[in-house]
């Protein structure tokens, strides 16, 4: 069912999502404050004392010429993922959102292993999707990211386990006086300048200060996100965005300055995110997205081989799962839209 937005409602969907073992920071009313560029609805699904025992945070846009609207969970469901009833509530309150917003697709892209062989034979049945995708990064989310355990495991315990180049590199920093500090709202500015800096160099679009503005002023106040900065020689050289919500730390956005590399402040950054998460007795620290591509004459080997140092777990999720509600509309938007956006591109062009 759509849940209606009363104040205790919304306070058991957030605990609930909070506690549940699939929770996600992507579900949660924070992140659709973020995303307000979007519809948000949630829909839930009941057991049979009254409690949520599913819930999917569902974010709706309408598509530019088409009178009609995308639906997109990111990261959901979260649930008992092998509870073939509790998925099909969830379908069904999605089903009515789609009526309700001439939606022509839901899209997913859930926190479940591609390996879960339960998982995808339920959601096959229900009549999704599984959409073949490529090993770098083609979907909204990650499809392959690097999850270090940290449950009830000490500091030491932890760096021991690294990579012995990792350990050093991690000591290089300490030894070359390279610092950190959690970052406040006005530092933003600088770490944005380093993103675009870091942007140019490994060629991906930067979103503007603005977002991370929003993001700052939605997560931060809680205690839901840093801002870890590295300093050097008097001058602030990198930084990192992590989120830590439920039992996760998420490794978010990284920047680094071109200058002072050799410091190794990226090593020091990521050891300061991992302090975090076992401080605050979480289950997983999440370095987030890595290519699937594993040679080494991938241009991502790179980060690959980085996130590889800290001795995660290289995690396959089962990427991106489509219901379909109209599948005229769903050609018509998918072949169209890439020709829109073209010749909208090419309006701007003459116009400057």
């Not at 990064?137 to 386990?161: H, W, Y």
């Not at 106040?221 to 870890?228: A, D, E, V």
């Not at 050097?232 to 990192?240: L, P």
């Not at 990226?266 to 999440?286: F, P, S, V």
Request: glycine share 6%.
């Amino acid at each position: 069912m759509i849940l209606e937005k009363t104040e205790k409602n919304l306070k058991e969907y957030e605990d609930f999502i909070k506690n549940c073992p699939k929770g996600h920071f992507a579900q949660t009313t924070m992140w659709a404050k973020i995303k307000d560029n979007w519809i948000n609805e949630i829909v839930v699904s009941y057991d049979k004392e009254g409690k949520i025992n599913g819930a999917m945070s569902v974010l709706i846009r309408k598509v530019p010429i088409f009178k009609a609207s995308l639906m997109y969970s990111p990261r959901g469901p979260v649930c008992d993922v092998h509870d073939k009833k509790v998925l099909k509530t969830l379908l069904d309150g999605a089903k009515d959102l789609a009526k309700k917003y001439n939606a022509y697709v839901l899209k997913l892209d859930p926190d479940i292993k591609n390996s879960d062989a339960e998982f995808l034979d339920i959601v096959k049945e229900l009549g999704f999707k599984v959409k073949s995708a490529g090993k770098n990064f083609e979907g909204i989310q990650p499809k392959f990211v690097f999850r270090l355990d940290v449950k009830d495991k000490t500091e030491d315990e932890i760096f021991s386990a690294f990579h012995n180049k990792t350990r050093y590199n991690v000591r290089v920093a300490l030894k070359n006086g390279v610092t950190t500090s959690i970052g406040t709202r006005e530092d933003l500015k600088r770490f944005h300048e380093i993103m675009i800096e870091t942007g140019a160099r490994d060629e991906f679009v930067i979103r503007p200060l603005e977002y991370f503005e929003k993001m700052y002023d939605v997560m931060a106040p809680s205690g839901n996100l840093r801002l870890y900065l590295a300093h050097y020689e008097g001058k602030i050289i990198s930084g990192t965005i992590a989120i830590k919500y439920g039992d996760k730390v998420w490794y978010l956005y990284g920047a680094s300055s071109n200058s002072y590399r050799n410091v190794m402040p990226n090593y020091l950054l990521q050891w300061e995110m991992i302090k975090w998460a076992i401080e605050e007795k979480c289950r997983i620290y999440d370095f987030r997205g890595v290519s699937g591509d594993l040679s080494e004459d991938n241009p991502l080997y790179g980060l690959y081989r980085f996130k590889k140092g800290f001795s995660g777990e290289f995690t396959e999720f089962v990427g991106d799962i489509d219901y379909t509600f109209k599948p005229f509309m769903k050609l018509m938007v998918e072949k169209g839209e890439p020709i829109f956006r073209k010749v909208r591109r090419k309006v701007m062009l003459l116009k400057k």
